[in-house]
């Protein structure tokens, strides 16, 4: 049996403890299942937290080869494989001639991203799911979210639809 774990709380323990007893590079291999906005928050997440630590970009853009561990000293390398955009599963009225097929909807502007709350007026809970508010339109994920996993920690990341009362 295994515990919940909070993302933060697990890469903020891998930032202090990494290099204590080599400076050799850390390699972070990440499996997970969620959509592409949902990713995007945990790169951010990650990013955050390990700041410089995390190799972003290529040491030397002009080499042919892999660096070696010796480059790559006090570096937290990250281990991911992204989903296809087409997995991406925006629960918003999407037709042939309209202009969010096909597009990266997070890379649009727009007024808001974070998490939503819903209730379900059947059962009376509530789900949270990654959103995008544009303008026109509020798009949102079909599948919930872990509210945990996600950041809860900043003001603007958490957005409620929705009253009690109904």
Known sequence: MTSKLLLRDVLSVIKHYAFMTSVYPVILSIEDNCSVPAQRLLAQEVKEILGDDLLVQPINASETQLPSPAALKKKIILKHKKLPIENEDLATFVTS????????????ECIKKGVLSLKDGVRHEWSSHVFVLFPD????????????????????TMSIMGDDEK
């Open 137 to 156: 339109r509020i798009c949102y994920l079909l599948e919930s979210c872990d509210e945990s996993s996600l950041k809860d920690d900043k003001e603007d």
């Open 97 to 108: 001639t309209d202009e969010f097929q096909d597009t990266d909807i997070l890379s649009r």
